[in-house]
């Protein structure tokens, strides 16, 4: 069964920054990941699927880059409303998963 | 826009069945896959399985709970059924829209429009 790891679990940071979170698979996914994003009591939102393609409404600070086994999902400017918890998901085959999150706090 | 709803009990008593359903308004279930997925704060997001519009499904082997996913086209509905369930089964459960992409290479599966969730308790 295929692993997804993300790094960090956890992240501080302040309004302005540049923000890069990880997902790695433990085998090789080509570009099957997907990126959302939760806040408190809410339920996902999708933000970038198959790597990199934006989804429609989603602002353009957000952008996904990998391949293979190494994906990064990157917040070029952190707003105040990106402060949540960020998902990779994986779809390259029958089963599906989730990373564990990564948690962007403010500093 | 297309809106979910989830509805369904939100107590279980152990070794029961598990039922929700996932109404869809402002657009058919003919078409798209449809999801069910749960979270807890100790395991995160976890994929239960899906449904194409057509009926065929796939459902998640790690469960230990059987899992069952059908969809009512004439109500534009889609249900879950989990049965024998635990303490473990306790968790949110949200139903998904799933998107199908063809990229020329590949093809891509995700969720793009999510209903709020619903809690669901199994105890005694």
């Known amino acids: 069964d295929i692993q997804m790891t993300q790094s960090p679990s956890s992240l501080s940071a302040s309004v302005g920054d540049r923000v890069t979170i990880t997902c790695r698979a433990s085998?090789?996914?080509?570009?099957?990941l997907h990126w959302y994003q939760q806040k408190p009591g809410k339920a996902p939102k999708l933000l970038i699927y198959?790597?990199?393609t934006l989804q429609s409404g989603v602002p353009s600070r957000f952008s996904g880059s990998g391949s293979g086994t190494d994906f990064t999902l990157t917040i070029s400017s952190l707003q105040p409303e990106d402060y949540a918890t960020y998902y990779c998901?994986?779809?390259?085959?029958?089963?599906?998963?989730f990373g564990q999150g990564t948690k962007v706090e403010i500093k | 826009q297309v809106q979910l709803q989830e509805s369904g009990p939100g107590l279980v008593k152990p070794s029961e069945t598990l039922s929700l359903t996932c109404t869809v308004s402002?657009?058919?279930?003919?078409?798209?896959?449809w999801s069910w997925i749960r979270q807890t704060p100790g395991k995160g997001l976890e994929w239960i399985g899906y449904i194409y519009y057509s009926g065929s499904t796939n459902y998640n082997p790690s469960l230990k709970s059987p899992v069952t996913i059908s969809v009512d086209r004439s109500k534009n509905q889609f249900s879950l059924k989990l049965s024998s369930v635990t303490a473990a089964d306790t968790a949110v459960y949200y139903c998904?829209?799933?998107?199908?992409?063809?990229?020329?290479?590949?093809?891509?599966?995700?969720?793009?429009?999510w209903g709020k969730g619903t809690w669901v308790t199994v105890s005694s």
């Open positions: 998901q994986r779809s390259d085959s029958t089963l599906w998963t």
């Open positions: 402002g657009g058919s279930i003919s078409s798209d896959y």
């Open positions: 198959a790597t990199s």
């Open positions: 998904a829209r799933t998107k199908e992409y063809y990229d020329f290479s590949a093809y891509y599966y995700y969720m793009d429009v």
């Open positions: 085998q090789s996914i080509s570009r099957n």
